[in-house]
């Protein structure tokens, strides 16, 4: 069983940087696809930002160039860089760990929420 947990989220004015954490729990962490998703009022969930257990990794192209997504499986704890924040990144983010399951499926954090305003 896998538990996660964010963190790092909070207010931010346009042009500025956070640093998101998600701590895992469990032994099968390794095996996982990681990933960051996100949902803002009136949208659908949608991905950010993916890692393979292998390094690969994959963003949402209004992200792309702002955002990097890394893995540290020693600490168990997946990471979402995200510079030059504009007001439409505002969102609840959340963690997902996939055991290889279809996207979307498998374990989720409760979310942090990442607001950037001026």
């Known amino acids: 069983q896998v538990q996660l947990m964010e963190s790092g989220g909070g207010l931010v004015q346009p042009g500025g940087s956070l640093r998101l954490s998600c701590a895992a729990s469990?032994?099968?962490?390794?095996?996982?696809?990681m990933a960051w998703y996100r949902q803002a009022p009136g949208k659908e969930r949608e991905l950010v930002a993916g890692?393979?257990?292998?390094?690969?990794?994959n963003y949402a192209d209004s992200v792309k160039g702002r955002f990097t997504i890394s893995r540290d499986n020693a600490k168990n704890t997946v990471y979402l860089e995200m510079n030059s924040l504009k007001p439409e990144d505002t969102a609840v983010y959340y963690c997902?760990?996939?055991?290889?399951?279809?996207?979307?499926?498998?374990?989720w954090g409760q979310g942090t929420q990442v607001t950037v305003s001026a």
């Open positions: 997902n760990a996939n055991p290889g399951l279809p996207p979307g499926f498998g374990y």
């Open positions: 469990g032994r099968i962490f390794r095996l996982n696809t």
């Open positions: 890692i393979t257990s292998g390094g690969t990794t």
